[in-house]
């Protein structure tokens, strides 16, 4: 435990050395003083709490925030001095907010420690004093042999050491890690590879040496000395060598491996990633909303206070006959007492500041949340997700978003390849009906028949079909996805039903095609790969893998052919390629790569290198040194690879399509509409991404294209873009659009941020190519800092798109076929892209105006509940009366008004959800914050002390006339048997209040359930039944009951009926007459809206969003169909949908515009009066 606080403050850094020596089996070196190395136990701890720190530990954070640290500190000032109001007036609403809040995050915090206990009591394997024993996942030490079955479970870091099978190697997937669902091979090195048996496993003597943790999954540096016969044997340790926690075994019987990071030092582990703690734009107002009441609560308390010593100059007020003062009293220091005073009258004010604010909109955060997953628009039926809510922090943010900046793979388009064209020494071929044709002619040659290829085809072939990591599967393993129908027979030999299994989509789509073209990749068990031409089998033994990595951008694979020569393929991006290139079509290629680009392709381009049998060694060496080095290991394998990829014969290119996703164009056309600038971030090259830009809508044909590209310096970068801007201001185009490039954008955020931040702003659409993981969070985070300060939202669908989901406001991730990391670390998670129309126009809009109204609402009933009582400091004289009862003081924010605003906050529509989202320029509405922006909150502000002032003096005037005002302070009703006192006068205040506040809440409400009637109904009853029950009885438990039976002889009172409607009429009828007058005369977009009539009520309302599907289409879902056989409506709506296909598909020209938006279409054909 010590050891444990000391690492946590840094004073004992858990390991010295920048290697560790894991002995294998545990067996130490008896000799000499060895000192083993500490290492963590395999223990996963995802929890946040223990028992014994749970109640400090979340105490601390909870008063980390400034509310409830404020009210802590006013508790703590009525138990020390004598302050007007009880201690429990300020403690219980407090104790209720904290023990909520607790109650949930210790809630959230036992799932954690369940799944916990679940993973690290799971039984395992391991082998001790030469028997294999059960124990428990947690009792793994580093060093121990472990033994996996078929289809468990890694549960630590293993190197492997041995499999079933005689080559030593296993298949694993990583879906769980990166959500690649492909087969991977590990491979063990081939001395342990013969220990298959726990007794031979015993026998072994080697030792591991290895990096200390670290969180990259994809690199891992050791090497194992193996001692045989009193000889030591040193191999190298890679990635390929690990099997990771986390990752489950396939295709293989059992392994062995020895356990090198355990528990919270591995690779699963340290990637539990603590992401950056979200604000959202609301948040941050609420916030200056707090200082600024602070502001006005200091004010109210400090002029109280000089007022009652003002009034007290006067000897008959500071010291009356009724209220003489003791000998403590006048010694008293008059600074203490003036403090004693101002803290008094802090306390009696301090419930301006709403402390239910933060419960209740957590609480509205959490439960609105919901709505995005139960939402069946943005289900996807095909895959079988649903959207996925990781933070409900940011909820409102998406209806705030200006920037949205895109992945292209996977996120616009579907990451499905499909192999279109090649181009072979200089000559472009097409696939037609599984043959290679040059383009241009047609494919003649009966089927069935062997068609004949010349050398460089073939070469090209077996080239493509054998530089690659796919993995083959004859089973096809139920588990795995993707496991599509059997590929078709090729050219008259079986395939046995092969499934390929590759981590790159392209990869995949190019080993497919070459299969149907008669070169079909069969085999490949680490050590050997086999390949069928046309039939006839061939064997090449692998030699070496370089592995592809974002630096070089390309992948080779060193082979010894069947006919004794060593060869290397590579293939890449023509960048990475064509400048190592020494012969071959290189020009034609060129131009060939350009074309395919320009149609959207993807493009790799190949090639080869024969080596002699003397440099093949100088080769092989040059690769094993690099390898086994542990120092600097991953910069000497970059100088190797660099010397082997040189010199090389271009074979040719090829040409893969990545289809676009539905309905992308729509969806970039609504979020323009909606004033959301688009900015698409990609690795591909300038070619294909602005190919697919076009015709993807993010670039319009009549838009003008600017390029900054291929900079090569500073001032040359500088030059570019002031022409572009002058440019920019020269053309008479309305829209823009740009396109530049990774290099370029270095130079551009190096020296002339400023610059490019100008010319980015002036365009509709920016592209931006050739760009590396950490560019793309750069550009965000330029964005996202710009004096503007602008709300950002990244989406993306892999790994390299993570940095940008977690720097930019709003994360989202895609679920599609780059894995689950990106899913993982986002705020939210959508199936496609056209989801995110949806998700912003409709789910944004309705978050945003529901809080927005929550907090300022909040403040404004807050104003009205503490104003009466400060109005009332001048009618006593500043003695710090209450006006109110300490339970309504207490209940009043927990009870009386909490349940409307919260049934409010969860289901308010201010306009119906087709309208929204068939006009997009309705968000422009809502965009910069402007529900929350210092003119709203100062309307709410000024409105609720104008109200506090009409039920303050409504009151007293309307009750004055029948009182008396009697010298002692009591007020005398003058007629009959009543006696009306501050109680009185108070409650009829708080009566006035509690239904003002809950009607007003009421005439901002645009959409009705059966909810928000009885919470706003039902809170005006239950105050009157609680106060009827609370001041009717006398109850043994309270010290004093001030209120007994002054509700029942208020109500009894004609006049205090006629006093509470008029005040109650008095403060709404205006407000009632602003609506109108402004809902005629100067109509909003969204008021103009909200005129439209909704769906048909007799129609279900299309059963909402059911049955009329919001593009127009005329269908049913299942629910529907239901419904249809229940009621016969559901064809009538959706015939009524395909006829609302067929009306007016332009914006009128009274609409919200922006003029560079008025040649897009809407999202939708559908009108926004139809369903």
């Known amino acids: 435990m010590l050891r444990w606080i000391r690492q946590q403050l840094g004073f004992d850094p858990p390991h010295q050395s920048e290697t560790r020596t894991v002995y294998v089996a545990n067996r130490f070196p008896q000799h000499g003083h060895y000192v083993p190395q500490r290492f963590a136990d395999n223990r996963i701890i995802s929890s946040k709490y223990t028992i014994w720190n749970f109640v400090p530990k979340n105490l601390f954070e909870q008063f980390r925030r400034i509310a409830n640290f404020y009210f802590l500190i006013i508790f703590l000032v009525q138990l020390m001095i004598d302050t007007p109001t009880s201690p ?46 059960q124990t428990r996942s947690k009792n793994i030490r580093v060093g121990d042999i472990v033994r996996v079955a078929k289809d468990e479970t890694f549960p630590a870091d293993l190197v492997l050491l041995s499999s079933d099978r005689s080559d030593g190697t296993c298949h694993i997937t990583t879906t769980s890690l990166d959500g690649e669902t492909n087969l991977k091979t590990h491979y063990s090195v081939a001395e342990t590879s013969v220990c298959q048996s726990v007794s031979r496993l015993e026998a072994l003597q080697a030792v591991v040496e290895c990096q200390q943790p670290e969180a990259d999954l994809y690199r891992f540096v050791g090497r194992i000395t193996v001692t045989q016969h009193g000889e030591e044997i040193v191999r190298p340790l890679g990635p390929e060598n690990l099997l990771l926690r986390g990752a489950r075994l396939k295709n293989t019987k059992e392994i062995f491996g020895v356990a090198v990071y355990t528990g919270m030092e591995s690779k699963m582990a340290l990637n539990y990633k603590c992401k950056s703690q979200k604000r959202s734009a609301v948040e941050k107002s609420m916030n200056t909303f707090l200082i600024i009441y602070l502001g006005i609560l200091l004010f109210e308390a400090v002029l109280s206070t000089i007022l009652k010593y003002a009034w007290q100059a006067e000897d008959k007020w500071d010291e009356p006959f009724y209220n003489h003062k003791t000998e403590q009293e006048r010694n008293s220091s008059p600074i203490l007492k003036f403090i004693s005073d101002f803290l008094a009258f802090l306390v009696l004010y301090n419930f301006i500041i709403p402390i239910s604010l933060y419960v209740t909109v957590e609480m509205q955060k959490f439960l ?121 027979h090729a050219n008259g030999f079986s395939t046995n039903d092969m499934e390929y299994y590759a981590s790159s989509p392209d990869e995949k789509a190019l080993v497919e095609a070459t299969k149907r073209m008669g070169v079909a990749f069969t085999s490949s068990n680490g050590a050997t790969m086999e390949i069928k031409t046309f039939g006839k089998s061939e064997k090449y033994k692998l030699l070496h893998v370089l592995e592809f990595d974002a630096n070089r951008r390309r992948m080779s694979v060193i082979l010894q052919t069947p006919s004794g020569g060593t060869v290397l393929f590579t293939k890449g991006a023509e960048s990475a390629i064509l400048p190592f290139t020494t012969s071959g079509e290189i020009e034609k290629t060129r131009l060939h790569v350009d074309e395919f680009a320009l149609k959207g392709l993807r493009t790799l381009v190949v090639a080869c290198r024969h080596f002699s049998p003397e440099e093949y060694i100088d080769v092989d060496r040059c690769l094993n040194a690099a390898r086994t080095a542990l120092q600097q290991r991953e910069e000497r394998l970059q100088e190797a690879f660099s010397y082997i990829e040189r010199d090389l014969q271009l074979l040719g290119a090829t040409g893969v399509e990545d289809k676009l996703q539905d309905k992308v164009q729509e969806t970039i056309e609504a979020l323009r509409l909606a004033g ?86 002036n365009c509709s659409a920016v592209l931006c190519c050739r760009m590396a993981p950490l560019q793309k969070a750069k550009v965000v985070r330029l964005l996202k800092t710009s004096p503007e300060k602008p709300i950002t939202l990244a989406i993306g669908d892999g790994a390299n798109d993570v940095s940008m989901i977690q720097e930019a406001h709003v994360g989202i991730g895609i679920m599609g076929k780059e894995g689950r990391q990106a899913v993982r670390n986002s705020d939210y998670a959508i199936a496609r892209f056209k989801f995110l129309a949806k998700l912003l126009l409709v789910h944004g809009h309705f978050y945003y105006i529901r809080i927005a109204t929550l907090v300022q609402y909040f403040f404004y009933k807050n104003v009205c509940f503490i104003t009466p009582q400060f109005l009332y400091q001048f009618f006593c004289l500043f003695s710090q009366q209450t006006l109110y009862d300490s339970v309504y003081l207490t209940l009043y924010n927990i009870c009386f008004t909490s349940l409307p605003i919260l049934v409010y906050s969860l289901f308010e529509q201010l306009v119906h959800p087709h309208v929204l989202q068939n006009k997009p320029v309705l968000y422009r509405d809502i965009s910069r914050n402007s529900l929350l922006s210092f003119r709203t909150f100062l309307y709410w502000t000024l409105l609720g002390f104008c109200h506090a002032f009409v039920f303050f003096f409504g009151s007293y005037v309307l009750m004055g006339e029948d009182t008396t005002l009697m010298g002692n302070g009591q007020i005398l009703r003058a007629n009959r048997q009543l006696m009306f006192g501050n109680w009185t006068f108070g409650t009829l205040v708080f009566t006035v209040m509690v239904i003002t506040v809950t009607l007003k809440l009421a005439l901002e409400t645009h959409f009705w359930t059966w909810m928000n009637h009885f919470v706003t109904w039902g809170s005006i009853a239950f105050y009157f039944i609680f106060s009827l029950f609370y001041g009717g009885i006398i109850w043994p438990f309270l010290h004093t009951q001030d209120m007994y039976f002054v509700f029942v002889q208020l109500l009894s009172s004609g006049s205090a009926w006629f006093a509470i409607i008029i005040i109650v009429v008095t403060c709404l009828f205006p407000d009632v007459v602003k609506k109108v007058f402004y809902r005629h005369l100067q109509p909003t977009s969204t008021q103009k809206s909200q005129s439209v009539p909704p769906p048909q009520a007799q129609a279900l309302s299309c059963m909402e969003s059911l049955c009329c599907y919001q593009h127009g289409q005329s269908g049913c879902s299942r629910l529907a169909r239901l419904l249809e056989q229940m009621t016969g409506n559901c064809q009538a709506s959706a015939n009524h949908c395909h006829a609302a296909s067929q009306s007016n598909r332009s914006w009128s020209n009274s609409e919200n515009f922006y003029s560079s938006d008025r040649s897009i279409l809407t999202l939708s054909p559908i009108d926004g009066s139809q369903c």
């Not at 690290?120 to 001790?128: I, K, L, M, S």
């Not at 940011?394 to 200006?402: A, P, T």
């Not at 279109?420 to 290679?436: A, P, V």
């Not at 500073?714 to 053309?731: G, H, M, P, S, V």
């Open 676 to 761: 959301i600038k688009v900015w698409v971030l990609t690795g591909d090259k300038h070619e294909t991404a602005v190919s697919v830009s076009l015709s993807c809508g993010h670039f319009h044909r009549t838009m003008n294209i600017l390029e900054l590209l291929q900079q090569r310096s500073d001032n040359e970068c500088a030059e570019q873009l002031r022409r572009l801007a002058r440019r920019i201001k020269e053309d008479h185009v309305i829209q823009h659009g740009l396109v530049v490039d990774g290099a370029s954008l270095s130079l551009a955020l190096r020296e002339h941020e400023k610059l490019f931040m100008e010319v980015c702003k």
């Open 368 to 488: 609105g949340s919901f709505f995005i997953g139960w939402d069946l628009d943005l289900y996807h039926e095909e895959s079988d997700q649903k959207a996925q809510v990781n933070t409900s922090d940011l909820n409102e943010e998406l209806g705030q978003v200006e920037y949205v900046f895109t992945d292209k793979t996977g996120t616009l388009t579907e990451n499905e390849m499909q192999f279109r064209e090649c181009s072979i020494n200089g000559t472009k071929y097409q696939e037609i009906n599984g043959k290679l044709v040059p383009e241009g002619l047609t494919d003649d040659s009966p089927d069935g028949s062997t068609p004949h290829l010349t050398g460089e085809e073939l070469l090209f072939l077996k080239a493509v079909s054998l530089c690659h990591t796919v993995q083959i599967s004859y089973d096809q393993p139920d588990c795995l996805a993707g496991g599509g129908d059997p590929f078709s």
């Open 88 to 133: 429990v007036t300020s403690g219980l609403p407090l104790f209720f907010v904290i023990t909520v809040t607790a109650i949930k995050q210790g809630y959230e915090d036992w799932l954690r420690h369940k799944a916990d206990n679940e993973v690290n009591g799971a039984p395992v394997f391991v082998v001790r004093s030469g028997s294999l024993v």
